[in-house]
C-alpha cells in the first residue's frame, strides 16, 4: 500500500488550486515568483495565471504526489500525471522554492 506523502502547505495549497483553476493557482505564487515548464519561463502572477490557463485549455489532466525530498532550499515532488495528452501517464519532477508561505519559484522537468 502506498500512501501519500505529507506536503508543505504550500505546495500542498498549489495542488489543490491545480484542480480548482487558474486564478486559485496564480495565488499560490509570490508576486515576483517564476515558474518554468516544458522550455518557457513565467514570471509573475498574472504570467503564471496564463500559463495555467493554457495548459487547462489544452489537456484534461489529474496530479497526484508520490514523493517529496528536500536539499538545498529546495522540495522536490515526484507526481504522476495521467491524462488527455501524449505519452499519459508520466511521472514529472515539480522543483518548488518556498518564500513568505508561496510558491517563490516552480520548475517541471521530466
Given at each position: 500500500m502506498t500512501t501519500d506523502p505529507t506536503l508543505p502547505a504550500p505546495i500542498a495549497d498549489y495542488f489543490e488550486?491545480?484542480?480548482?483553476?487558474?486564478?486559485?493557482?496564480?495565488?499560490?505564487?509570490?508576486?515576483?515568483?517564476?515558474?518554468?515548464?516544458?522550455?518557457r519561463t513565467y514570471q509573475g502572477r498574472e504570467a503564471i495565471r496564463a500559463w495555467k490557463q493554457a495548459?487547462?485549455?489544452?489537456?484534461?489532466?489529474?496530479?497526484?504526489?508520490?514523493?517529496?525530498?528536500?536539499?538545498?532550499?529546495?522540495?522536490?515532488?515526484l507526481a504522476r500525471v495521467t491524462g488527455t495528452f501524449p505519452g499519459s501517464p508520466v511521472d514529472l519532477r515539480y522543483r518548488f522554492r518556498l518564500a513568505d508561505g508561496r510558491v517563490a519559484a516552480l520548475e517541471i522537468t521530466a
Open positions: 488550486a491545480d484542480r480548482r483553476g487558474p486564478e486559485a493557482v496564480a495565488a499560490c505564487f509570490t508576486p515576483q515568483a517564476v515558474v518554468r515548464d516544458e522550455g495548459a487547462s485549455s489544452a489537456y484534461r489532466y489529474e496530479v497526484r504526489p508520490l514523493s517529496l525530498t528536500a536539499a538545498a532550499g529546495e522540495q522536490m515532488v
